[in-house]
């Protein structure tokens, strides 16, 4: 069930033990997506420096990369609809809380392609480049998709380093289904390019449509991943 605190449509409230034993009460609730808003700079801070192809590129160590980045992320998140929703403490106030995850999906059909959403943008750094390569070969894996009309898919997963091991990652990946159900889409979907965002998803019982080998990735992206994620999985739930 669903309900609203103030602007924000709340999704499901959970509790979880810290390392120390204590109970923290969290919950996750809708939060807009607007240039330089507590969502974008969470992205910014967390997801880009750790998500294993943005860190792999480089993109977060590079002023020319990064300011490039700001402007794509800005670019495509206008194109296409775009749905955030954070994990923040819940403690009863309608005050806006800390982001403690996040989670972000775009409502995208089976015809829409990443290279004609930023049509018309001028990349000019190499890391920018390579990591617009990279997504365009890790696009050729998922064409299973393309039988579902229209789908969320997702741009990113990510928890803050200081709220790790709660519990919050299956949490949120959970909650694209309930959005699923919630706006009648048949399907979510996202490369899973973490081992805790993969043991989430299968957690919440997300079937695999492909999968690659972390050397196969590497040859054909040019990139050097970290050797503890074997491989990369194509993940995706449907809702009856």
Known sequence: MSDASGSCKIWTRFESKKADGSIIKLRLEDRPVEPENDVYEFLMEHFVPEEAVHKASGVSKNEEALK??????????????????????????????????????????????????????????ERMQRLLYAAKVLDGYGEDMKKYDIFYYGRGVIVHPDYRRLGIAVQLVRVRELLCTDTGIPMTCAWMSAIGSQKAAEQNNWKTMSEVPREELEEKTGFTFDKNLPTFKFMYKTVD
Do not use: W
Request: some cysteine.
């Open 68 to 125: 490039e980045y700001r402007e794509l992320m800005t670019f495509v998140f206008k194109a296409v609809p775009i749905h955030a929703i954070v994990c923040c403490v819940d403690d009863d106030s309608n005050t806006v809380g800390k982001i403690l995850g996040l989670s972000v999906v775009q409502l995208m059909r089976n015809t829409d392609k990443f290279e004609d959403l930023i049509k018309g943008m001028e990349i000019k750094s």
